[in-house]
């Protein structure tokens, strides 16, 4: 038996089955009507919503009517749903990417710059800009070539196209090439970010930058001028210019600062001289050569050398005689020790022993810092040895010294106390002995006291023994000196001498004054 249902209850069932039906159909053509296709792509990779939150998934297909079916990452088919555009986005990281792709593509089109393109190039580690070939030319790769050799750059880097027209010099051009002098060149074409050209004395055939070219100008003639210079022997043009531009922290001397050396070294400052008057006279006006700033023989930094030899000269030479004074001081100041023991001659007992002895003394001190003297008048700069302020001092030195004198020379004294006696005979020895003086102190006057008697004294020791020696004594006076000085000449007899005396250039002498 069929149970039908209650009239009330069927109309009810009725009614929610048609709702449901409208309902189904007004969700369908809502998704018709908010879906576009165009939106996301099939397989793209997306976000889309899933209990209300944002999972990664991946689009299916995409109905107009139903909207996008999508599979969620880490879920089984089934669970696949149809979403309105709204429920999927594409992933923030890839949307960022793709802004970025857009703007780099924008970018490259704004540049206008292609594959093959003459441009600037200065990146943050380049001093200056240069010209090169662009190999690739964007939007994800921009990059030059030189040498054949590819170098990555980015887009910022290239600072505008080359523009040939805007090269300093033209084809036809006379100019010079500078390359270890001023050679003349013809340029004879503007290409690749340089030039081409024609040079007397060298080929290069590939494209020359312009840095390399200055302005044509009477480069012979400026050479014939500071060629002397070049020349000189010491002091030169090149080591001059390593000072001058700081290559060079010190410099040796223009020769070695002694006394005999000043003329030549007035000669050296002549040369200079002549050159700047010359340079004064022929060339008033000097290339700029902007292009070329550590060109250190270009023209116009030579003559700024010479214009200011004087000043270069003076932080060379050495001029200051501090050091050599304190010395002189210090040997000529006499002690009691030093009078009793130090019987090698000195300036000190030179200077002490004279009959001027403050006037010789300054005269000593001169001659010891001539070279300082000398130099400093040849640059016409002061050098203040200070000699004048230091007379007081050597007079207490004179006084000091003839209160430490004794009636006997503390030569002699000395050999005494060693058991030396003169006398030693030895006829040949004593001529030796007067041959050296006689060549040595023409002026001296002296009286033989004898020769030692006493053993050899042996010259040297061990691999060193040279020979053996014995001492002729002499009692002098000399019109330079005011105190007399016993005088010890040394007579050698070396090996294998088969018994004769060494020259006299072989012997050596001591001394000491003493006051009668």
Same mark, same amino acid.
């Given at each position: ?11 009810? &069932? ?8 409208? &309902?189904?159909?007004a =969700?369908?053509?809502?998704? #018709? ?8 792509r099939?397989? *793209?990779?997306? *976000? ?8 990664? @998934? ?5 109905d ?44 490259? +089109?704004q540049?206008?710059?292609? #594959? ?5 190039? *200065? ?31 980015? &887009?910022g880097?290239? !600072?505008?196209?080359?523009?040939? #027209? *805007?090269?300093?010099?033209k ?11 001023f050679?003349?060149?013809?340029? /004879?074409?503007v ?47 090149? %080591?001059?210019?390593? %000072?001058?531009?700081?290559?060079? /922290? ?9 006394p005999e050396?000043?003329?030549e070294?007035?000669?050296? =400052? ?7 008057a010359?340079?004064?006279?022929k060339?008033?006006? =000097? ?9 250190a ?18 932080? /060379? ?32 007992t ?10 010789? +003394? ?7 810092i ?8 040849? =640059? ?9 302020a230091?007379?007081k ?6 006084a000091? %010294?003839? !209160?430490?004198?004794?009636?006997? +020379? ?5 050999? @005494? ?10 006829p ?14 023409p002026?001296?006057?002296c ?9 050899w004294?042996?010259?040297? /020791? ?23 000085? +016993? ?10 001498? &088969? ?18």
């Amino acid at each position: 038996m069929i149970v039908m249902p209650h009239r009330r209850f069927l109309g009810t &069932l009725i009614a929610s089955a048609s709702a449901v039906a409208c &309902l189904s159909l007004a =969700l369908i053509n809502s998704a #018709s009507a908010a879906t576009n296709c165009a939106l996301f792509r099939r397989e *793209q990779r997306i *976000q889309a919503k899933k209990d209300a939150e944002w999972a990664k @998934a991946t689009v299916v297909r995409c109905d107009a009517k139903k909207g996008y079916l999508v599979h969620y990452d880490g879920w089984a088919a089934p669970y696949d749903a149809w979403l309105v555009e709204t429920d999927l986005r594409v992933p923030p990281e890839q949307e960022a990417a793709e802004k970025k792709d857009q703007e780099m593509k924008a970018a490259a +089109a704004q540049a206008g710059y292609k #594959s093959g393109d003459w441009v600037y190039v *200065q990146r943050a580690s380049d001093p200056e800009r240069f010209v090169a070939k662009l190999w690739s030319a964007g939007p994800y790769s921009w990059s030059y070539t030189s040498g054949g050799v590819e170098s990555r750059i980015a &887009l910022g880097d290239i !600072k505008g196209t080359w523009d040939p #027209s *805007q090269m300093k010099y033209k084809a036809g051009a006379k100019v010079r090439y500078v390359s270890n002098g001023f050679l003349p060149a013809t340029i /004879t074409s503007v290409e690749g970010g340089g030039y081409k050209a024609t040079i007397t004395g060298y080929t290069d055939l590939n494209v020359i930058n312009e840095k390399h070219f200055v302005d044509d100008w009477t480069y012979e003639a400026f050479e014939e001028v500071v060629k002397p210079l070049r020349e000189l022997k010491a002091m030169n043009l090149q %080591f001059t210019l390593a %000072f001058a531009l700081g290559d060079s /922290t010190s410099l040796p001397p223009p020769h070695e600062t002694e006394p005999e050396a000043v003329p030549e070294f007035e000669k050296v =400052l002549a040369a200079w001289a002549k050159a700047d008057a010359a340079l004064k006279a022929k060339f008033p006006e =000097l290339p700029p050569l902007e292009r070329t700033p550590k060109c250190a023989y270009c023209p116009r930094t030579i003559a700024d050398v010479v214009s200011r030899h004087k000043e270069l000269f003076a932080r /060379t030479v050495p001029l200051d005689p501090k050091k050599h004074v304190e010395e002189f001081m210090r040997l000529l100041k006499p002690t009691e020790d030093g009078y009793n023991n130090d019987y090698r001659p000195d300036d000190g007992t030179d200077v002490l022993a004279a009959k001027d002895a403050p006037e010789y +003394a300054k005269k000593k001190l001169q001659a010891r810092i001539g070279r300082f003297l000398a130099y400093g008048k040849a =640059l016409n700069l002061p050098v203040n040895a200070d000699v004048p302020a230091l007379g007081k001092e050597i007079e207490e030195y004179v006084a000091t %010294f003839a !209160k430490l004198l004794k009636k006997k +020379a503390p030569l002699l004294t000395r050999f @005494a106390k060693e058991g030396t006696t003169l006398g030693g005979k030895d006829p040949a020895l004593a001529s030796v002995a007067k041959a050296y003086i006689a060549g040595s102190w023409p002026k001296t006057k002296c009286k033989p006291l004898g020769v030692e008697k006493h053993e050899w004294r042996t010259d040297g /020791t061990g691999e060193n023994h040279v020979g053996r020696y014995k001492y002729v004594m002499y009692d002098c006076t000399d019109p330079a000196f005011r105190y007399p000085f +016993a005088l010890g000449i040394a007579v050698e007899e070396r090996h294998l001498g &088969l018994g004769r005396y060494g020259p006299p250039e072989g012997a050596w002498f001591i001394y000491s004054y003493y006051k009668k």
